[in-house]
């Protein structure tokens, strides 16, 4: 299943899906700050959805949800 990546201002996050257990899956957002100059010590943060789920399909749309909220509470 492809990441789903979001954008606002200098701000990136990317929705993705990890399979925890045995038809088990949890969706989880990236986040990360473009400064213009890429560097090992860039700042990333890794938000995990509280809840599975049963299918990949509805744990990226948890993902996508989140990363909706995240980017929505960010202001630049």
């Known amino acids: 299943m492809d990441d789903i990546t979001y954008t606002k ?5 990317t929705a993705s899906v990890r399979e925890v257990q045995s038809d088990t899956w949890q969706g989880l957002v990236t986040l990360s700050r473009d400064e213009g100059e890429a560097s090992e010590d860039q700042e990333t943060t890794v938000y995990e959805v509280e809840s599975s789920s049963s299918t990949p399909e509805e744990a990226l749309e948890e993902a996508k949800a989140l990363a909706h909220r995240i980017l929505g509470e960010i202001e630049l």
């Open 9 to 13: 201002g200098i701000y990136t996050a």
